[in-house]
């Protein structure tokens, strides 16, 4: 069983900053691959970047790339998002997963299903 828990979250002006921390339970952190992903009220939850457990592969959703980093800290069973340059349309619940057992991971990664567990999610909300 894995638990994830995000925090970070908050009320920020456009144009400001924020990083989201998602703290992972377990001793095999460093194997899994971790996405973040967004629901805004109303609207399908959505995928924002992933990053393998090896780094070496890091994806993210052409409205966040050049704005948000994704990270991890294998030492701290910690992932990250750094999110700068918000937009009032970056507004949403922001959610840390899992996968636990990324085979294939650069054809899934942008899926929810592909995920194994999930956290209850941060609000982001980003004033214009």
């Not at 009220?41 to 790339?65: L, T």
Request: aromatic share 14%.
């Amino acid at each position: 069983q894995v638990q994830l828990v995000e925090s970070g979250g908050g009320l920020v002006q456009a144009g400001g900053s924020l990083r989201l921390s998602c703290a992972a339970s377990g001793r095999t952190f460093y194997n899994y691959a971790i996405g973040w992903f967004r629901q805004a009220p109303g609207k399908e939850r959505e995928f924002v970047a992933a990053r393998h457990r090896s780094g070496g592969y890091i994806y993210y959703r052409d409205s966040v790339k050049g704005r948000f980093i994704i990270s991890r800290d294998n030492a701290k069973n910690t992932g990250y998002l750094q999110m700068n340059s918000l937009k009032p349309e970056d507004t949403a619940v922001y959610y840390c997963a899992a996968d636990i057992d990324p085979i294939n991971y650069g054809s899934r990664y942008y899926r929810p299903s592909a995920y194994d567990y999930w956290g209850q999610g941060t609000q982001v909300t980003v004033s214009s």
